[in-house]
């Protein structure tokens, strides 16, 4: 076998090898509030990704949780052992990773990781 096809069977390989290891840890997709709360059931114990605005007031430094609220739909969210970004704030734009869990007939919001929005230069 020469040189040159050694090469191209080995590039084949390593494509090959790229291509499914980019197929097997696809990112799972960020979420609506509203997307999951329509359907719980489907996502809860699972790791998922969330995204919806914190609501006015929700913020208890006390219990380490706020509410996220989508367009019809409001989820609590438990951030005790969170990596939290700088500026969780009221009506900010949240993106949470975590599970859904449901207990004592409520579904709750554990998360691992919360990424704020960048506050707009055009806010008061």
């Given at each position: 076998m020469s040189r040159k096809n050694r090469?191209?069977?080995v590039g084949a390989i390593i494509t090959i090898g790229l291509i499914g290891v980019i197929i097997i840890e696809a990112p799972e997709p960020t979420r609506t509030v509203d997307e999951v709360m329509?359907?719980?059931?489907?996502?809860?114990?699972?790791?998922?990704?969330i995204r919806g605005e914190v609501l006015d007031g929700s913020?208890?430094?006390?219990?380490?949780?706020?509410?996220?609220?989508g367009s019809n739909y409001n989820i609590t969210v438990e951030y005790i052992d969170a990596s939290v970004s700088?500026?969780?704030?009221?009506?900010?734009?949240?993106?949470?990773q975590g599970i859904l869990t449901f207990s004592d007939g409520k579904y709750l919001f554990e998360?691992?990781?919360?990424?704020?929005?960048?506050?707009?230069?055009?806010e008061e």
């Open positions: 090469l191209l069977i329509e359907s719980p059931s489907k996502y809860v114990d699972q790791e998922i990704s913020i208890d430094n006390s219990t380490m949780t706020f509410i996220l609220h700088n500026g969780l704030d009221d009506n900010r734009t949240v993106y949470a998360a691992d990781i919360i990424k704020t929005s960048c506050p707009s230069k055009y």
